[in-house]
């Protein structure tokens, strides 16, 4: 099956810090990858769509100048959290679609972010 | 966004089947219908999914009701790794997005 990791699975920063997560698609090509978050016993909050070559779209209420998108080759899209703060503390979840099955996505087991 | 709504929780007995319901009343004619589970600190992960016709694979059942306006992800045999969030999605055309509902909290018990 389909295979997506994710780097690092959990990190600890300062207040004002970037942290950037990888999402990889590690046996498929993703031409489309996701990027959710979750707070503790809630559903996942889909923060924006990233394209191949292009620009990201970003959900309404998501600052796109925070939360910095890359999606530079067809199986590697990253996450760059801006001056992270308190309140950015959660669990980062990306997928990519697999055009090959009926557009199924596949999730990454996860980024835990705390700052401090 | 076609929406979908599912039971908060539901609890089963170990070895016993189990029906998850799911209904999607907005659905469109080529909108897919999801089924993902998720446990505790890990990413979700792929169940199933169909468009009009009941689908079985090595994990659940799919059962597409005739109007298309539910479904019922069937576990034929609940095991205590069974135990999760499962989330009903309807993939969005043409963007491809899915917008994750509450989810049903299955509780397998011993």
């Known amino acids: 099956g389909a295979v997506v990791s994710q780097h690092p699975s959990r990190v600890i920063c300062k207040s004002g810090t970037s942290v950037k997560i990888e999402c990889r698609s590690l046996d498929f090509q993703a031409t489309t990858m996701f990027w959710y978050r979750q707070f503790p016993k809630q559903s996942l909050m889909l923060m924006a769509t990233s394209n191949e070559g292009s620009k990201a779209t970003y959900e309404q209420g998501v600052e796109k100048d925070k939360f910095l998108i890359n999606h530079a080759s067809l199986t590697l899209s990253t996450l760059t959290v801006t001056s992270a703060h308190p309140e950015d503390s959660s669990f980062y979840i990306c997928?990519?679609?697999?055009?090959?099955?009926?557009?199924?996505?596949?999730f990454g087991p996860g980024t835990r972010l705390t700052v401090l | 966004d076609a929406k979908t709504t599912q039971p908060n929780s539901m609890e089963s007995n170990e070895e016993e089947p189990v029906h998850l319901p799911c209904n999607h009343s907005t659905i469109s004619g080529t909108d897919y219908i999801h089924w993902y589970r998720q446990l505790p600190s890990q990413g979700p992960e792929y169940v199933i999914h169909?468009?009009?016709s009941n689908v079985n694979n090595r994990m659940a059942s799919l059962a597409i009701a005739e109007d298309r306006k539910s479904s019922t992800l069937i576990l034929h045999r609940a095991t205590l790794r069974d135990a999760a969030v499962y989330y009903c999605?309807?993939?969005?055309?043409?963007?491809?997005?899915?917008?994750f509902g509450t989810g049903t909290r299955l509780k397998v018990l011993a």
């Open positions: 997928s990519a679609r697999d055009a090959a099955e009926a557009y199924t996505q596949y």
């Open positions: 999605i309807l993939r969005d055309v043409p963007t491809y997005k899915y917008i």
């Open positions: 169909g468009l009009t």
